[in-house]
């Protein structure tokens, strides 16, 4: 069988790092040609053909997994040979992933909003990193297989990349969502190279999500003196159209459906200025539009109910003269009165302030006390609905102190 040719590849950029991508997803209802594994025998499917998360599609976290290095054929490397090991040829047992990651090279095989066979818990769910919260490593994360068999620094290090990237792309944190193998399959000692240094492991990752979200934040607030209509996490019509990979792309990935979406970052200097995610009316993340787009594709959002809503929502005045000190797994709101995240910053749409609470997921930044416009800040994580406490995809904005109180 000839090596894989990908479909398409996209590039990771954080800092210095770059990485490509090289998208070859198995195609959906695709059969096996042979008998793979008990459970794939001959013209079985080949992948679950199942969203993540109960059909929401959106990854809970990630498993990070460890397999032997292999010698490839000449012209190759080891992440294509797994890949292509896997689909089309059916030589992998049934194990199914996300990404292979080898030295420099990533190969993905399955969507992110799609479940894989690698946990071995099959559709179980077991206690979660969160308290009160299950997860399930096949039903509710991504699938990351590092092909190494002692450590090797490239390898770890394009995976901490992807895996940072990852986790920011999906609103995770690098605290809480990311899982090893054995945690869901106890009998299975896997990362069998990295567990035994999962700290150093997890730091290096925490050190690139950390550059990630620190260089998206510069960008919005380079940003914020040229566009006055919109700014990250502005809740927005889309209204159909082109979506680029990145904002300086000169061909379009593909097009998208009209719907509400959020804006993740901007760059006004750049042909595609906007990248949107979709929203579902709570905020939360939804398949849909996801890249670059064009200002024109684009629309605000009329908020006729904000006004109403925070009304009802005004409690009782609280005197407000100490300056509290948060500390990380806090649960607070947002005042009902802010207007920027912090003086300079972008505005906070009203939902945010209206709709939950927040977990604070941080409160310093690579150990000193993050100043905004003057203002020390926290980093608001998780949402958290105000009655039942159950938690949703973080937020990921640093806001003043000033600006939240605690809740229960
Ligand atoms: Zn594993």
């Known amino acids: 069988m000839a090596f894989l040719t990908p479909d398409s590849v996209y590039t990771i950029k954080i800092g210095e790092e770059t990485r490509t991508v090289n998208v070859k997803i198995i195609p959906d209802g695709a ?66 992933v996300h990404y292979w990651v080898w030295e420099n090279e990533i190969w993905q095989q399955l969507s992110d909003n799609e479940q894989g066979w690698h946990a071995a818990d099959g559709k179980s769910r077991t206690e979660s990193h969160i308290a009160g919260k299950e997860i399930g490593g096949n039903v509710d994360t991504i699938a990351v297989e590092i092909i190494q068999s002692e450590r090797n620094e490239k390898t770890e290090k394009t995976a901490a990349i992807l895996i940072a990237y990852l986790l920011d792309k999906h609103g995770l944190s690098p605290e809480t969502d990311i899982y090893t193998h054995n945690y869901f399959y106890s009998n299975k000692y896997c990362p069998s190279v990295l567990l035994p240094v999962w700290n150093t492991f997890s730091n290096e990752i925490k050190s690139f999500y950390n550059a990630l979200t620190s260089l998206q934040e510069n960008v919005s607030a380079d940003d914020k003196e040229t566009n006055k209509e919109f700014s990250v996490g502005d809740i ?62 684009v629309t605000p959002k009329e908020t006729t109910s904000s006004t109403s809503k925070e009304e009802e929502n005004v409690e009782e005045k609280i005197p407000e003269t100490e300056q509290k000190t948060f500390a990380a797994g806090e649960i607070v709101s947002v005042k009902s009165d802010s207007v920027e995240y912090y003086p300079g910053g972008v505005k906070i749409p009203s939902w945010v302030k209206t709709d939950y609470f927040y977990e604070i997921s941080q409160v310093t930044y690579r150990g000193q006390k993050m100043i905004k416009g003057g203002k020390e800040c926290v980093l608001l994580g998780r949402k958290v609905d105000k009655n039942t406490g159950e938690k949703y995809s973080s937020i990921n904005s640093w806001i003043s102190t000033e600006l939240i109180k605690a809740e229960k």
């Open 31 to 96: 059969t096996a040609e042979k008998n793979i594994a008990s459970y794939i025998q001959k013209g079985d499917l080949v992948k679950p053909n199942r969203k993540l998360s109960d059909g929401s599609g959106i990854p809970r976290g990630i498993t990070v997994h460890n397999t032997n290095d292999i010698v490839a054929a000449t012209g190759t490397n080891p992440a294509e040979q797994y890949a292509r090991a896997t689909y089309p040829n059916g030589n992998m047992n049934g194990v199914v």
């Open 236 to 297: 927005v019509n889309f209204n159909g159209g082109n979506v680029y990979v990145s904002s300086t792309a000169t061909s379009a990935a593909g097009n998208s459906k009209a719907c509400t979406a959020k804006i993740t970052l901007t760059a006004f200097s750049a042909a595609h200025p906007l990248h949107l995610r979709a929203v579902n009316e709570n905020g939360d993340f939804v398949s849909g539009v996801y890249g670059w787009v064009d200002v024109s594709t």
